[in-house]
């Protein structure tokens, strides 16, 4: 198959959980078929990016930008509104991308197109090939979720604002594409709401097993650790809330607790929490994994989001106790107590630290249990293998049609 990737950014270096998901998509798929990458320049780690697809036999083209994410300007907020497009995907509505875009269909003869979350379904092409529109959260239903937490009524407003804008992008593009997968059921069912006759699938998250493999390295007692960009919102309310409500009440039993918060851009908000006894915050590291290895457990207070965690999926490889809230382990279908602890309320949230701080036994036991369940479901290959089938599907009827 020869398949045109489209992608707003550069997936490597793998910073963030978007750019995991999809670097390891294209290695897999890039094992057996040609593929043509078209992204738009947003990080000066870029051309580093590039060359790193380029090794894997990616042919690439990169839409030259500034190197960092378009800003929201007033230009921005006007053609949102003339479009009638949310303001986080008209900020990218880059006309040289578009221009690239055409040309590369003109002169190449591609079998399929793959536009990566709906920031690039704005560019949708009117040719007769299949389109897959890859969904790796739904925003309207992270919108839907801000508003809800949100106790000021202006920050209320914008959020509803925005969920309406988004489910009524999500309503009108969506059904243009031949298929759109989603990363869980959650998200698939949610989509349908808005658009019930949708062509859909799931193609989960995943996580490298080899590269997240259990650690020998010392466990540092009363460890409790968080992972995550620190600029986006909701890992930003989880370690706030964190801190402010679950962490004093663990303190009472378990005074020494250390709280590691470990992701890259911490906003200010994040980085005066480091101004606290025995909290740290790192920014941006070289290798999560080390951080991983010494957490006695591992927490995910998420109170907001969408999609699914890969943080959950890399702790889960290395065999860590996990404490999380629903919301944060949503979408994976892991067995409560056995594989990852539930908790939603802040002392049932600390409560569930403090008993697996104090049981090395127990904790080791959820942790075993967790990489069996990620080597069962969640390994690239077989997700690299499950999307590729929805390729060979779309294509089908058109091999049929060139037969007869």
């Known amino acids: 198959m020869k398949i045109l990737f489209l992608s707003i950014t550069v997936p490597?270096?793998?910073?963030?959980?978007?750019?995991?998901?999809?670097?390891?998509?294209?290695t897999q798929v890039?094992?057996?078929?040609?593929?043509?990458?078209?992204?738009?320049?947003?990080?000066?780690?870029?051309?580093?990016?590039?060359?790193?697809?380029?090794?894997?036999?990616?042919?690439?083209?990169?839409?030259?930008?500034?190197?960092s994410?378009?800003?929201?300007?007033?230009?921005?907020?006007?053609?949102?509104?003339?479009?009638r497009k949310p303001i986080t995907v008209a900020r990218y509505d880059i006309s040289s991308y578009r221009r690239e875009l055409g040309q590369l269909i003109q002169l190449q003869n591609f079998d399929l197109i793959h536009y990566e979350m709906f920031h690039t379904a704005q560019?949708?092409?009117e040719v007769d090939l299949p389109k897959v529109l890859s969904t790796q959260n739904i925003d309207s239903y992270i919108w839907a979720r801000l508003s809800e937490e949100a106790e000021n009524p202006a920050k209320k407003i914008v959020y509803l604002s925005q969920k309406r804008a988004f489910r009524r992008y999500e309503k009108l593009i969506s059904p243009k594409f031949s298929i759109?997968?989603?990363?869980?059921?959650?998200?698939?069912?949610?989509?349908r709401k808005?658009?019930?006759?949708?062509?859909t699938d799931v193609i989960p998250n995943g996580v490298d097993l080899d590269l997240y493999q259990p650690s020998h390295d010392e466990i540092i007692p009363d460890t409790l650790l968080y992972t995550?960009?620190?600029?986006?919102?909701?890992?930003?309310?989880?370690?706030?809330?964190?801190?402010?409500?679950?962490?004093?009440?663990?303190?009472?039993?378990?005074?020494?607790?250390?709280f590691l918060i470990v992701g890259q851009h911490p906003t200010g908000n994040v980085r005066k929490l480091s101004d606290l006894p025995n909290i740290e915050v790192t920014g941006r590291v070289e290798d999560v994994k080390p951080y991983i290895?010494?957490?006695?457990?591992?927490?995910?207070?998420?109170?907001?989001?969408?999609?699914?965690?890969?943080?959950?999926?890399?702790?889960?490889a290395m065999q860590k106790a996990i404490v999380s809230t629903t919301v944060g382990a949503e979408g994976l279908n892991l067995v409560d107590r056995q594989e990852i602890v539930l908790a939603d309320r802040p002392n049932q949230f600390a409560d569930s630290v403090i008993e697996l701080l104090s049981d090395s036994e127990r904790r080791q036991k959820l942790g075993l249990k967790g990489r069996e369940r990620v080597e069962q479901d969640y390994g690239w290959p077989s997700i690299g293998h499950k999307l590729r089938q929805v390729y060979q599907n779309l294509l089908q009827p058109k091999a049929q049609q060139a037969n007869d």
């Open 30 to 67: 890039s094992k057996t078929d040609q593929i043509t990458f078209l992204g738009l320049e947003t990080a000066p780690t870029d051309q580093e990016g590039i060359a790193y697809l380029e090794s894997l036999g990616i042919a690439c083209h990169l839409v030259e930008n500034q190197a």
């Open 12 to 26: 490597f270096p793998a910073t963030d959980g978007g750019r995991i998901r999809v670097l390891n998509l294209l």
């Open 69 to 83: 994410p378009p800003k929201i300007s007033l230009g921005t907020i006007t053609k949102s509104l003339i479009q």
């Open 228 to 258: 995550g960009s620190m600029d986006w919102f909701p890992n930003e309310d989880a370690v706030i809330y964190c801190v402010n409500e679950i962490l004093p009440v663990i303190r009472l039993k378990c005074p020494n607790v250390r």
């Open 180 to 191: 759109t997968t989603c990363v869980s059921e959650i998200d698939r069912n949610w989509l």
């Open 293 to 316: 290895a010494q957490a006695g457990v591992y927490v995910v207070p998420l109170r907001i989001g969408g999609g699914t965690r890969l943080k959950i999926l890399e702790a889960l």
């Open 194 to 199: 808005s658009c019930p006759d949708l062509q």
């Open 123 to 125: 560019f949708f092409a």
